[in-house]
């Protein structure tokens, strides 16, 4: 059985929901194992165990967050080398934009020598204002089909060995 590790951090709730309906989607296919990780607790065992992986991340001040940003810290170095070649997608929750937090996990990624599977799903919220940036988020439900549309697409193509 083929594994999908799902890695997140959220700080306000739209990451969680961005991942957990991924998660959902994903585990629509039995030929899959999903696991489902924050990133605190995700390590370079689980990245090594995979066979293929979502990042799902909040931009914080144009950037992946901290919390992401010390996962691929502790997993870069055991994992490479040993991993290329292996599927992966990223998903961000950004105020207005996300795309620098994109590319710098396309960045990582391509040092890994993973094989994007999908274009970056990037979710803006529009919170401008410290008060909107730090409110608890409710995503739209469109937001998170294509979220679940995401994860359910990586666990079909690798359940079917299309990666």
Sequence with gaps: MKTLLIVHHSITGGTRQMAGA???????????????LHARQAGPDDVLAADAYLFATPE????????????????????????????????????????????????????????????????????????????PKVLAPDDLTRCRELGQALAVGLGMGVF
């Design 22 to 36: 991924a998660v959902a989607g994903a585990r629509t296919e039995p030929a899959v194992q999903v696991r489902w």
């Design 60 to 135: 914080n001040l144009a950037a992946i967050s901290g919390l992401m940003k010390d996962f691929f810290d502790r997993c870069y170095y055991p994992a490479l080398g040993r991993i290329e070649g292996r599927p992966y997608a990223a998903m961000v929750c950004a105020g207005s934009d996300g795309s620098n937090a994109a590319r710098q996990i396309e960045r990582i990624a391509t040092g890994w020598r993973l094989k994007p599977a999908a274009a970056p799903l990037i979710v803006c919220t529009q919170a401008q204002t410290p008060e909107a940036i730090l409110a």
